[in-house]
């Protein structure tokens, strides 16, 4: 062999475990809002250069990925290599720990993209598969696999899901016309992504002013989809909300968890538990419930991914609150007039741009989509 060929020879090699690492994470990606409260992980499974068993979380969080890929693949897995989005689970839950069924499976290697932060794995799961004599290598990746595992990351280390706030502007920079009135501000195609975006969050929450001015279904109607629509979220302090409203008259089909004042009305609640909403107390001051309270019982609740929808009120206070992981701004083309209201309540939108990176513009159709993160 020449110096070329051993030289060209480990960067190929690298090359192919970014691959496969790519294609698992983009297998986990189809998970997204429907494992909570466990991560959406995607796995590969390789042998000879021959992809022998992929897979994904299962809606409701189980089987897990790799078990998924390890039953595709049978006796196939024996001498492969495993690409896994997140570390395999050490513990007894709901299902065996994944390093075990890896292990009995013959692995011979595991590329692993991150280690699990959640204390019962945290580095576990790698000691065990090498403790089997497993080559292990961690790390390939990780960036995509933080922000693909951002939820399950924040509800561990934060104790709050992971937010990703959606505002929509018009091209003179309104959020809606006077009186808090629902305005046509984009396109079709935008509104397409804001579906898309719903059905890669375990829950959607607004503010009842959303509720009361657009009565809004809050679900994802793309084709095929509607099933694997979010948990819709309601601030409602006093119980207002009216029993008609779609919210709450489709929770047959789509959940509704509403959170009110500790002081607000037992009937109200009553009819409300009656309908199927779930009804969570927090504490307030003035009216305005507790932010902190909500996030904490959302994340017990087992909510990973949060999309915050509704109202320049709610908004605002997730921005005051530094709670805003991601942003998606939809710049549409029309004009709203002087007399329509801003997109953030007592804030300047630039105080949220800037404080957050913008990593991504794109059109939509006569729109514009701006997608900002948490600096690092």
Not at 96 to 113: E, F, L
Not at 255 to 273: Q, R
């Given at each position: ?104 499976a013959g692995v011979?290697r595991v590329v ?265």
């Amino acid at each position: 062999m020449s110096e070329t060929e051993t030289a060209v020879a480990p960067s190929s090699a690298a090359a192919d475990d970014e691959r496969y690492m790519k294609l698992a994470l983009a297998l986990g990606r189809r998970g997204l809002g429907n494992t909570w409260p466990n991560p959406a992980v995607g796995a590969v499974l390789v042998k000879d250069g021959v992809i022998v068993g992929r897979g994904w979380t299962q809606p409701g969080g189980r089987p897990h990925a790799e078990v998924e890929a390890l039953r595709r693949a049978k006796r196939a897995a024996k001498g492969a290599t495993l690409y896994v989005t997140l570390e395999p689970c050490s513990h007894e839950g709901m299902t065996p720990p994944c390093a075990d069924a890896v292990i009995k499976a013959g692995v011979a290697r595991v590329v692993s993209a991150l280690e699990d932060p959640n204390p019962e794995v945290a580095g576990q799961g790698h000691a065990r598969l090498r403790e089997a004599g497993i080559d292990v290598d961690v790390g390939l990746c990780a960036g995509e696999a933080r922000q693909a595992h951002a939820g399950h990351i924040s509800r561990i280390a934060t104790s709050r899901p992971h937010v990703t706030l959606k505002l929509a502007v018009s091209a003179d920079g309104k959020a809606g016309l006077a009186g808090r009135k629902p305005a046509p501000i984009t396109e079709v195609e935008a509104r397409d992504r804001v579906f898309m975006i719903r059905y890669q969050s375990d829950a959607i929450l607004v503010g009842l002013g959303t509720i009361l001015s657009d009565n809004p279904q809050l679900t994802t109607r793309l084709p095929g989809l509607y099933e694997r629509s979010p948990v819709r979220v309601v601030l409602d302090a006093n119980l207002r909300i009216p029993l008609s409203l779609s919210v709450v008259s489709t929770v047959g089909d789509v959940p509704t968890w509403i959170f009110c004042s500790k002081k607000a009305s037992d009937v109200a609640e009553d009819f409300l538990t009656q309908k199927g909403c779930k009804v969570f107390r927090v504490d307030d001051t003035q009216g305005r419930l507790d932010l902190d309270e909500i996030m904490k019982i959302l994340a017990e609740q087992g909510i990973t991914r949060l999309m915050v929808e509704g109202g320049p009120t709610v908004a605002s206070s997730f921005a005051a609150a530094d709670m805003v992981d991601e942003f998606v701004l939809f710049r549409g083309s029309r004009d709203v007039g002087d007399k329509g209201i801003d997109p953030l309540e007592g804030m300047p939108l630039d105080k949220l741009t800037g404080q957050l990176k913008l990593i991504d513009t794109a059109l939509l159709g006569p729109d514009t989509i701006e997608h900002y993160v948490r600096a690092s």
